[in-house]
């Protein structure tokens, strides 16, 4: 219970002061979904926000989907908003 209290404050700090670095969710299983979505993002950015997430328990990767390399998706597509590449990530902390 305290880990998932300590998690939520590590959540709510980094989404207030990196709001630009994704969304992150709170799945029901306790894992957490991460959506790096926009040519601003990269999986890097996902992978950062997990590690904030987590802490020093670090955190597994459940899955990771992404249409970039798709051949419909434009590949300067740099816009935060609206961005035809998506990427999206599950984590479970450790």
């Known amino acids: 219970m305290l880990n998932r209290t300590i998690a939520a404050v590590i959540v709510a700090v980094a989404m207030s002061a990196c709001a630009s670095s994704g969304k992150i969710k709170e799945l029901e ?8 979505s926009g040519g601003f993002y990269n999986w890097s950015g ?13 955190f597994e990767i459940v899955s990771q ?4 390399g798709g051949s419909n998706v434009g590949s300067n597509d ?7 590449i998506t990427r999206s990530m ?3 902390c450790r």
Do not use: M, P
Request: with cysteine; glycine share 14%.
């Open 29 to 36: 299983d306790g894992d957490w979904q991460i959506d790096c």
């Open 46 to 58: 996902c992978h950062s926000l997990a590690k904030r997430i987590c802490g020093k328990g670090g």
């Open 65 to 68: 989907i992404t249409n970039e």
């Open 78 to 84: 740099w816009s935060a908003a609206g961005s035809i």
């Open 90 to 92: 599950v984590v479970s």
